[in-house]
């Protein structure tokens, strides 16, 4: 291939990628500075976020390592992650929930079947996915869930990472980073059983972040921060109270333990019904009706949650 034709061909799928994606990825006022990174995930995604954390994720951001944020489900991963790339980027994030079944053609670029039986493997018939996707528009990318992908997928993503740039044989292209903004965010939960350990050579690679239950004086203040559009308000008691039965649940031996995410659904549905039955506020009638709905999961787990619950709310 010429230089021209090399350069022709590149620019073509650049061109490509900006048609399909830019859409879905619209660019955002960067915020680089942890500070105010912690006051516009306050005020604009309605995040809670440690500014240590921001700290910790957009060092590892400067140095180009992937951070790893691990902890149990509803606890923020999958949000904060996605809104930590946006803002350092200056762009919506992309973001893959991981399967089994993932390989190259998946998430860097495939092929259209007619256009290669029509124009052969090159960048006509060549489709781009999101990693490729992200690398060209400098964007960041969480990977969602890590450990429900299989290993040669993980290998994929670290070869990208380690070398900030993607090789596509059947172009014989190479395409590379050309700014900051390319970052990783993976989630996983290591609690959940049906999911495989992460290699050595992963874990050596990433930042870790660990995630955890907050809190109740916090996980009070993210409830105020979330509930606060709601019609029908939720008296301040009865906020307190349902983090006291959250907290009291995730340390019983439950098949599924409530998350913060859990504790704001709980809340929000129990306005939701105040408002339908037409009151002004939330009360206790309203709070146990929508726990039967929002905190039992498991059949196994509805008789202890719903004692615990009606124990504690009178
Ligand atoms: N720090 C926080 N600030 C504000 N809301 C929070 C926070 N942590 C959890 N939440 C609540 O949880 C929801 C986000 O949960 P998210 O899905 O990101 O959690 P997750 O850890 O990725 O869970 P899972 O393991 O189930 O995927 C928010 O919509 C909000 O209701
Ligand atoms: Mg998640």
Redesign the pocket.
């Known amino acids: 291939m010429s230089e021209e034709s090399y350069r022709k061909s590149y620019e073509s799928i650049v061109e490509k990628v900006w048609g399909i994606y830019a859409e879905a990825h619209p660019p955002v006022q960067p915020v680089r500075n942890p500070e105010a990174a912690h006051r516009v ?2 005020e604009k ?5 440690d500014v240590n954390l921001i700290i910790l994720v957009y060092a590892a951001f400067l140095d180009g390592r992937p951070v790893l ?1 691990e ?12 809104a930590l790339l946006t803002l350092w980027s200056g762009r919506e994030a992309f973001v893959l929930p991981c399967s089994e079944n993932y390989d190259e053609y998946r998430v860097i670029g495939d092929f259209h079947p007619l256009k290669a039986y029509k124009y052969g493997f090159n960048e006509k018939s060549f489709l781009p996915k999101p990693l490729l996707a992200a690398m060209i528009m400098d964007t960041g990318v969480l990977i ?2 890590i450990r429900r992908s299989n290993e040669e997928f993980q290998n994929l993503l670290l070869d990208i990472i380690d070398k900030r740039r993607i090789i596509v044989p059947e172009l014989r292209m190479t395409f590379r980073a050309s700014g900051v903004g390319f970052q990783f965010i993976f ?1 996983s ?1 290591p609690e ?1 059983l049906a999911q495989s350990e992460l290699s050595d050579a992963f874990l050596r690679r990433v930042v870790r972040i660990k ?1 955890s239950y ?1 809190d109740p004086e ?1 996980e009070l203040e ?1 409830l105020r ?2 509930l606060s559009h709601l019609d029908v308000k939720v008296p301040e008691e009865i906020m307190s109270l349902s983090v006291e039965v959250v907290s009291r649940l995730r340390k019983e031996d439950l098949l599924y333990k409530p ?7 709980w809340m929000e549905v129990s306005s939701r019904i105040a408002s339908l039955k037409g009151k002004t506020r939330v009360d206790v009638s309203d709070v146990l009706e929508a726990a039967k709905a929002v905190l039992v999961k498991r059949v196994e787990d509805e008789e202890s949650v719903l004692d615990i619950v009606e124990s504690m709310i009178r």
Do not use: W
Request: hydrophobic fraction near 30%.
């Open positions: 995930l306050k995604y309605k995040l809670l976020v944020f902890g149990p489900p509803g606890t923020g991963k999958t949000e904060i992650g996605e969602d869930e989630t939960n959940d995630f907050p916090r993210i921060l979330r998350g913060v995410s859990d504790t704001v659904r």
